[in-house]
């Protein structure tokens, strides 16, 4: 078989569509539309493949016979120029930011139904420490590192989620090829955060009326929206962010109603939850405060959220504590002897507080958004809703003398 010259070349492109050989697998490509290539023809692994090194006129007859070489000699070391031509495609991904990022669009966010948890993590606790850090540079120092500034804060959840989440980032640099070890791999939950154990806090009435006071005593540095979102909590029994992100069109306060849609609700199902007198009158007065937003608690800073965010009231009610993150001078203890509580206490303590007005266990579960286990569960389709509404409003009832407002 002759070889092609470049006259040929020049010519055959103006030819019927077709592959003209150069001999080594090398190809001349003439397509029906578009522009002549160079193609490859290889056999890896039993299989033959055919990879384009590039087009014509931009590579040249002597180029494409050079690129063939080379390319084939790849193959013996065992290089495969597809694989090879896949990685090019990829976006240049150099740092540890650049890598969250990917991370974060291509998998986090797809996966997950609150990809924001993990991002606010790797923001404040990661990225400050090596987020500029070239991703194969990063060794189990830089890891040890993020996690001993962790150590101080007293916040064994957050060190144990950083350390996952870091586990995660890697593994996804490694799945890109990226690095080759993931250097997060070597540390447990003890190097982190510790072994965690289940909160059984709930308040007394006498501990709620303590709080409520200094609450009140101290209104314009804690806030009246802090204090009834308080409120609210203690007789809803919601979650966090089921109030923190709730917004107006969600409620009829006209009916006493708030219809919570399985979008926000953390089991995947929409409910309706009944509301007290006393939460209607309390929303009423947010409503004036809202100014027009259409959030419950809308944002009162500068912020990427257009909510009340998910750690601003426990950092409110941690300051009258003593406890203020990132202050190396901490703010006066105003509670006292009383146990520090956060958020989710006030939903456990509408927990105990209904079992104490003698609200049956299944009707307490359902106020609290939670599925019914096991037979029960899977049979028992009521909702309990005229129930659920008598059990808000004795809880209400029984510490509405601690909370008046």
């Given amino acids: ?19 003209y050989a150069d001999g080594g697998g090398l190809y001349f490509c003439v397509r029906k539309s578009g522009v002549p290539y160079w193609m490859l023809r290889y056999s890896s692994q039993g299989k033959r493949h055919e990879v384009t090194l590039g087009r014509y006129p931009q590579m040249s007859l002597a180029s494409a016979r050079e690129e063939a070489v080379m390319t084939k000699q790849g193959l013996r070391t065992g290089t495969d120029p597809i694989r090879e031509k896949a990685k090019l495609a990829l976006p240049e991904l150099n740092t540890v930011e650049e890598l969250f990022q990917d991370w974060f669009d291509n998998d986090l966010s797809r996966r997950l139904k609150y990809p924001q948890i ?4 790797y923001r404040k606790e990661i990225h400050p420490l090596i987020g500029n850090h070239p991703i194969a540079d990063v060794t189990p120092r830089d890891v040890r ?17 950083t350390l996952m989440y870091m586990k995660q980032l890697f593994r996804h640099g ?7 070890s993931n250097p997060a791999s070597p540390f447990t939950v003890n190097d982190a955060g510790g072994e965690e154990t289940s909160r059984e806090r709930t308040l007394s009435l006498d501990e709620l009326q303590h709080a409520f006071q200094v609450f009140q005593e101290n209104i314009s540095s804690f806030g009246r929206d802090n204090y009834l979102a308080c409120c609210l909590f203690l007789v809803l029994g919601v979650r966090k962010s089921e109030l923190c992100e709730a917004q107006w069109r969600e409620f009829d306060l006209e009916t006493g109603v708030w219809r919570l849609s399985k979008e926000r609700s953390k089991t995947g199902a929409a409910i309706t939850i009944p509301l007290p007198t006393q939460a209607i009158e309390w929303l009423q007065i947010l409503h004036g405060h809202a100014c027009g937003s259409p959030y419950v608690f809308p944002a009162r800073r500068a912020s990427k959220r257009p909510h009340m965010g998910p750690d601003t009231l426990n950092r409110a009610i941690s300051k009258l504590f003593g406890r203020e993150a990132g202050r190396k001078v901490q703010p006066p203890n105003k509670m006292g002897d009383l146990e520090h509580f956060t958020v989710h206490d006030l939903r456990r303590t509408f927990r105990s507080l209904a079992a104490a007005e003698g609200v049956p266990g299944h009707v307490a579960e359902r106020c609290l958004n939670h599925k019914l286990k096991g037979v029960e569960g899977i049979y028992d389709r009521y909702d309990y809703f005229e129930e659920r509404k008598q059990a808000h409003q004795q809880v209400a009832g029984l510490i509405d003398s601690i909370v008046c407002f």
Avoid: F, W, Y
């Fill in 118 to 121: 993990p991002e606010r993590i």
């Fill in 1 to 19: 078989m002759s070889k092609l010259t470049a006259l040929q070349i020049k010519s055959l492109t103006n030819q019927a569509p077709k592959k």
């Fill in 145 to 161: 590192a993020v996690l001993q500034k962790l150590h101080g804060s007293n916040r064994p959840t957050i060190a144990n989620d």
């Fill in 174 to 180: 490694i799945k890109l090829d990226l690095c080759q």
